[in-house]
């Protein structure tokens, strides 16, 4: 298993974030990624906090980190911006913080976060089918989602990912130990949202190429 949504009290997370990747390894996942929330505020500082616990002991857990950032509520026209100021900062993993149904985020952030290239759209809550198809064409994953409240449209997203040959992603979204669903209720969740069993397995592959993919990629602006 991987994880990529993940967060810790560098945001709105309970934990420290050795404790995440020791209770991620103790849950059975061989890597994770740490996307704490940022908008124009915090960017800096928190990739600065997360890369020294990278390079003073992240290597040390026996799982695989990679660092990342959620761009949390930043306006749609300046998500592109955000985008590139993260990867300047030489995050290899950058999630935008979608249009989920429990939370006021602005409309047209979905189709924003896709047109800058984000790596990962989360929760994208009743996603238009011209921005999957759109997702589609540019490589960005969708995000199923294991945490409550947005999980409620996990459904549409997958029927539409199918329909438009989009590429989807299972994240927890994880801000506290009870997040890091083990694999029997990861997969639960997946069969639930429509997917048929080899779709699940065919999502598990991808996510574990888009892991080690941006494990040994080189940052890019």
Same mark, same amino acid.
């Given at each position: 298993m991987y994880d990529l949504h993940t967060h810790t009290i560098f945001s709105d997370g309970v934990l420290l974030p050795s404790e995440l990747v020791q209770r991620a390894k103790d849950r059975g996942y061989k890597g994770i990624a740490i996307t704490d929330h940022v908008d124009f505020s915090n960017l800096d500082? %928190?990739?600065?906090?997360?890369?020294?616990? +990278? +390079?003073e002991s992240g290597s040390d857990f026996?799982?695989?980190?990679?660092?990342g950032v959620e761009i949390t509520h930043v306006p749609p026209r300046l998500i592109e911006k955000a985008v590139y100021k993260a990867r300047? =900062?030489?995050?290899?993993l950058v999630i935008v913080h979608g249009e989920t149904l429990v939370e006021p985020v602005e409309q047209g952030t979905n189709r924003?976060?896709?047109?800058?290239?984000?790596?990962?759209?989360?929760?994208? /809550?009743?996603? =238009?089918e011209e921005e999957v198809k759109l997702a589609s064409e540019k490589g960005v994953y969708l995000e199923i989602s294991t945490r409550k409240g947005h999980c409620y449209t996990n459904g549409h997203v997958a029927?539409?990912?199918? *329909? +438009?040959?989009? *590429?989807?992603i299972i994240n927890n979204d994880a801000h506290e130990? /009870?997040? @890091?669903?083990p694999f029997s209720l990861r997969k639960r969740i997946a &069969? /639930?949202?429509? &997917?048929s069993e080899e779709e699940?397995?065919? %999502?598990?592959?991808?996510?574990?190429? &888009?892991?080690? *993919? &941006? @494990?040994?990629s080189k940052v890019l602006v």
């Open positions: 500082f %928190v990739i600065d906090r997360l890369f020294e616990f +990278y +390079y026996g799982i695989d980190v990679i660092i300047a =900062k030489g995050v290899k924003a976060a896709i047109e800058a290239g984000a790596d990962i759209l989360a929760h994208p /809550g009743l996603i =238009k029927s539409l990912a199918r *329909k +438009y040959e989009a *590429k989807l130990p /009870g997040d @890091l669903v &069969l /639930g949202s429509g &997917l699940f397995d065919r %999502v598990e592959k991808d996510t574990s190429f &888009l892991f080690q *993919k &941006l @494990l040994t």
